[in-house]
């Protein structure tokens, strides 16, 4: 004789509010993240393109520099990370 599949319980109509609630709060959560993302790279380029309107041989230099120094310090947190 077959085994008979169980029949799951009808959902109640609150069950169904909370879900969409859900959706909505994750939706949110997930714009807001990707607004900030955004914001900060718009943050970036109008950063570097105010350093570019002022570049002088010397600041250009010293921008090279710091250029340098800044991916010391990620290699440096990358091999720590790995530990």
Known sequence: ??????????????????????????SAESLGRMIGSLQRQL?????????TANVTPAAARTRKTTRKS??????????SKKR
């Not at 004789?1 to 994750?26: C, F, N, T, Y």
């Not at 943050?43 to 350093?51: K, N």
């Open 70 to 79: 800044t991916s010391r310090k990620r290699a440096a947190s990358k091999t």
């Open 43 to 51: 943050d970036g380029a109008a950063r570097r393109l105010a350093q």
């Open 1 to 26: 004789m077959a085994k008979q599949a169980k029949v799951l319980p009808a959902r109640r109509q609150g069950d169904r509010a909370r879900e969409d609630a859900s959706v909505l709060m994750r």
